[in-house]
């Protein structure tokens, strides 16, 4: 079964500030992992995907996520904060064969809040 | 390209009634869809994955007479919530993966508010 964990609720961080929202995952076989945005009442807005290749994703708004196999790891980040970054984010998996592939399991959110 | 739309986006409904979602692919075939609920606060949880022409495969715990599923073309999945209950209140968001496969990537619709009075 594949699972993902996001140990942190809500992350607070000043404007202009770096931040980062924590992910960590586990699958069988090789992990295609994503990073999704959602803003109150909406649908889910992709922002970056690693499927295979260079271990640092670079997606939509300025953020980037790096892969990183030994810890099991795919940590989103942002070089400088902005308000309007905040939203709920979800981290999720899929692997890319056997039973269930293509079926994404969710994180269980964290709820950014960037502080003017 | 890659856009999913859902219809409607809000519904109220008396107790009993059968309440019917579409998501459609607009630019692209799917041959997948998928089905989320999501409670407040909470995450998206897997109702059930629908393939074109096929009966949709239902998630542990789903009642399958209760959300109806129809996946009756490349571009169109349908979710009825039958006889509905106020406990069946929540947001419903539906996925598409283009068929044309490749990066395992999902295509999301903006959700449709479900309460059940």
């Known amino acids: 079964a594949q699972s993902v964990a996001q140990p942190e609720d809500q992350v607070n961080v000043a404007e202009g500030n770096p931040l980062t929202v924590k992910c960590t995952y586990s699958v069988s076989g090789n992990p295609y992992l994503f990073w999704y945005v959602q803003y109150p009442n909406r649908g889910l807005q992709f922002l970056l995907k690693y499927i295979t290749g260079d271990n640092l994703v670079k997606g939509s708004y300025g953020f980037e996520a790096e892969f990183n196999k030994s810890q099991t790891s795919f940590h989103l980040k942002k070089p400088s904060a902005l308000v309007s970054d905040s939203a709920l984010y979800f981290c999720?998996?899929?692997?890319?064969?056997?039973?269930?592939?293509?079926?994404?399991?969710f994180g269980k959110g964290t709820k950014l809040s960037v502080i003017p | 390209g890659a856009v999913v739309s859902q219809h409607p986006s809000r519904v109220i409904c008396k107790s009993g009634t059968s309440v019917k979602i579409e998501c459609r692919s607009l630019d692209f075939q799917a041959t997948t869809m998928f089905w989320y609920r999501q409670f407040p606060k909470q995450s998206l949880m897997l109702m059930a994955t629908?393939?074109?022409?096929?009966?949709?495969?239902?998630e542990q715990g789903v009642e399958k007479d209760k959300f109806l599923i129809n996946h009756a073309s490349l571009t169109l999945s349908t979710l009825t919530v039958t006889s509905a209950h106020p406990e069946d209140s929540s947001f419903y968001i539906c996925s598409a993966r283009d068929r044309r496969g490749g990066a395992n990537e999902q295509f999301f619709g903006p959700g449709t508010r479900l309460t059940v009075l």
């Open positions: 629908s393939n074109e022409g096929s009966k949709a495969t239902y």
């Open positions: 999720a998996v899929t692997s890319g064969s056997g039973a269930g592939s293509y079926q994404l399991t």
